[in-house]
T-cell receptor, first 111, second 111 residues
């Protein structure tokens, strides 16, 4: 069956450290993958998009990798801050602009 | 502010009733997506419209229907409501680059 798995448990890290979130998928062949941030009770906010032929993408303190052989994406936040605390969702781009979302990983950054 | 608006913000209704959720996409975006987010299910894709035409369907129940009007706003109709339909309903719009911009959501409570 088709599955997208993100760390179901919360990730707790200290301010200043690098947070690494994982997204694994099975039985999908996504043309691209996106990462979103979601705060409680609010809509997801787009962060980064990476295509199947790209290995890595960066934006300020964010870095995403995409390994289509391992069927995995890693999302890194360097020099993390308490304001980075939120739930992070990965989403696979399949079909015609359709996104399939993972269940998300809750990140908590402590001062 | 994503530029996507949704009304109403909150909706409380009884089982068996019918409700309509409304979404106005960002100016210029032709694609509109509807998602349901409940605590135990994550963000589930329901349906996509592109310039008035249905483009993709996800896990949308037969009791639910949607449409996109010539001015590009969209409505999601939920009928014969059940307790399990209580959730956050998000609308998103997208330009050509596949980024999705989410609205603030409508919180539906079915009593």
């Amino acid at each position: 069956s088709q599955k997208i798995e993100q760390n179901s448990e919360a990730l707790n890290i200290q301010e200043g450290k690098t947070a690494t979130l994982t997204c694994n998928y099975t039985n999908y062949s996504p043309a691209y993958l996106q990462w979103y941030r979601q705060d409680p009770g609010r809509g997801p906010v787009f962060l980064l998009l990476i295509r199947e032929n790209e290995k890595e993408k960066r934006k300020e303190r964010l870095k995403v990798t995409f390994d289509t052989t391992l069927k995995q994406s890693l999302f890194h936040i360097t020099a993390s801050q308490p304001a980075d605390s939120a739930t992070y969702l990965c989403a696979l781009g399949v079909g015609t602009d359709k996104l399939i979302f993972g269940t998300g990983t809750r990140l908590q950054v402590f001062p | 502010d994503s530029g996507v608006t949704q009304t109403p913000k909150h909706l409380i209704t009884a089982t068996g009733q019918r409700v309509t959720l409304r979404c106005s996409p960002r100016s210029g975006d032709l694609s509109v997506y509807w998602y349901q987010q409940s605590l135990d299910q994550g963000l589930q894709f329901l349906i996509q419209y592109y310039n008035g035409e249905e483009r993709a369907k996800g896990n949308i129940l037969e009791r639910f229907s949607a449409q996109q009007f010539p001015d590009l706003h969209s409505e999601l109709n939920l009928s014969s409501l059940e307790l399990g339909d209580s959730a956050l309903y998000f609308c998103a719009s997208s330009p050509y680059d596949r980024t999705q911009y989410f609205g603030p959501g409508t919180r539906l409570t079915v009593l």
